[in-house]
């Protein structure tokens, strides 16, 4: 028989069909003999990546056939091919669903257990779609206090716009949270650790009261992703992922996810995100599927890194404050050691001697580490959260949660963290007066 472009994209088709994460409800893809996400196999202590993970990231957790491509095709399609009006195809225009973008989500949502993620244009995209899927007028929404600028600024100056009001509480104390709790309460968006001063909120403790109410609970788990917190495992009815961060990992690629195990919450997001035309593009969701299948690797070696970065920061005479969850110094050690799973993600804050003055001479003078409106990648940067990601914040909100106008927020990367010290060094030094010259020699020595 002879092999005709149309058997070559038959071919095609049942290559795609049969990706993991691709295949159709008719043919399922074959999964391993173990499972993966088995949390209680936790770190291989040989190994260092988190056993429980890596493999399912690295693309592994379902056999291949014969002939599949290694790394599932980016399907650049806007629209599907039907067998007339009786098609069941699972796919039918890309606004709704589509192939990569399933890939994504099948392997974020076995990430912690649930049922395929739904993945968004970007990480407000999937707030936003979670907040119109619970809330209508009326109904009321609690927040914590130290959140991302850019929630604040939704709930703040959006959503309330459509008669859905928020409270902000100080979510590291539960109770706090219990008796913000309205009859009206459809959501509780608690971050932890909060960005950027990296305090943390109780999930069992918060779950346990809002699991006696009408409300969800949400976590944003943007920071510390689900290689090291599980926030269904720990009582959450919703996962949030800003993938843009350390799930892509390479400042390539705009996302969110939601993951949930609710049936009924998760047909209403696809519903939604179907009808606000929300969903993450074909390409964007190719390029996060890349960084995902390192990112057990990449969280792991930057935590570590940012350990050792955090460890001496706070040893420097000219540094006033460091938050790590890592440090002996952190007021939350217990629960960082009950709530995450080994590490404590990338991110670290601090402040030096000099106020705001000193932090913008520091971020005018590294050189290594850039100053960046970003978290996550697998460069080091470095943020002005109260001028960058907190502006939309009110100046006394920012300033109750430690957000000052001194606070510089440290991303992390894979670089060597000698050389991020280096840097760091350096910078802290001229950023204190050094003279002239000591720059100048700097800069011709990187
Ligand atoms: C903790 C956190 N959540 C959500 C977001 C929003 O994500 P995106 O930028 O993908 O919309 C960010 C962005 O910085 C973030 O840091």
Not at 203 to 224: C, E, M, P, Q
Not at 290 to 305: C, D, K, N
Request: charged content about 20%; some cysteine.
């Amino acid at each position: 028989m002879e092999f005709t472009a149309a058997h070559q994209a038959a071919g095609f088709r049942d290559a795609v069909r049969r990706q993991p994460g691709m295949n159709s409800s008719f043919d399922p893809h074959p999964l391993l003999p173990f499972d993966p996400t088995d949390l209680d196999r936790g770190r291989d202590p040989e190994g260092g990546a988190h056993g429980a993970f890596a493999t399912l990231c690295a693309g592994g957790g379902t056999l291949l056939r014969d002939g599949e491509p290694l790394v599932a095709p980016i399907v650049q399609s806007t629209s599907f091919a039907r067998d007339g009006l009786e098609s069941t195809a699972q796919h039918r225009y890309s606004r709704e669903s589509n192939p990569t973008v399933a890939a994504l989500e099948a392997v974020l949502g076995r990430l912690e257990r649930a049922p395929d993620a739904l993945a968004f244009a970007t990480g407000l995209a999937a707030e936003t779609a979670l907040l119109l899927a619970v809330a209508k007028a009326g109904d009321h929404v609690v927040c914590s206090r130290a959140v991302y600028g850019g929630t604040s600024r939704l709930l703040r100056q959006v959503l309330v716009e459509f008669g859905v009001s928020a409270t902000f509480v100080d979510t590291t104390d539960a109770g706090a949270v219990a008796r913000a709790l309205r009859p009206r309460t459809k959501l509780v968006l608690v971050e932890t650790p909060a960005n950027p001063t990296l305090v943390l909120s109780d999930i069992r403790a918060i779950a346990a009261h809002v699991r006696r109410s009408d409300a969800l609970l949400a976590v944003d788990n943007t920071f510390l992703t689900p290689v090291l917190q599980q926030p269904l495992e720990l009582g959450a009815h919703v996962s949030i992922l800003s993938t843009t961060k350390f799930v892509e990992g390479h400042s390539v690629a705009l996302g969110g996810a939601l993951v949930t195990r609710d049936e009924a919450l998760r047909e209403r997001l696809f519903f939604l995100r179907k009808c606000t035309g929300a969903i993450q593009s074909p390409f964007q969701a190719w390029l996060t599927l890349q960084g995902l299948r390192t990112l057990p690797v990449r969280i792991e070696r930057q935590s570590a890194h940012a350990r050792r970065i955090a460890r001496w920061l706070a040893g420097q005479a000219e540094v006033r404050v460091v938050h790590h969850p890592s440090l002996p110094t952190f007021p939350q050690s217990a629960l960082a050691a009950s709530q995450h799973l080994g590490e404590h993600g990338a991110v670290v804050s601090f402040e030096l001697d000099g106020g705001p003055e000193r932090a913008r001479r520091l971020l005018r003078a590294v050189k290594l580490c850039r100053v960046a409106e970003h978290v996550g990648s697998v460069e080091t940067l470095l943020t002005h959260s109260a001028s960058m990601t907190h502006a939309a914040v009110p100046r006394e909100e920012r300033e109750a949660v430690g957000i000052t106008d001194a606070l510089v927020r440290l991303s992390v990367g894979l670089e060597d963290p000698r050389d991020v010290i280096d840097d760091l060094d350096a910078a802290i030094q001229i950023s204190g007066g050094a003279p002239a010259h000591e720059e100048a020699k700097r800069c011709s020595a990187i």
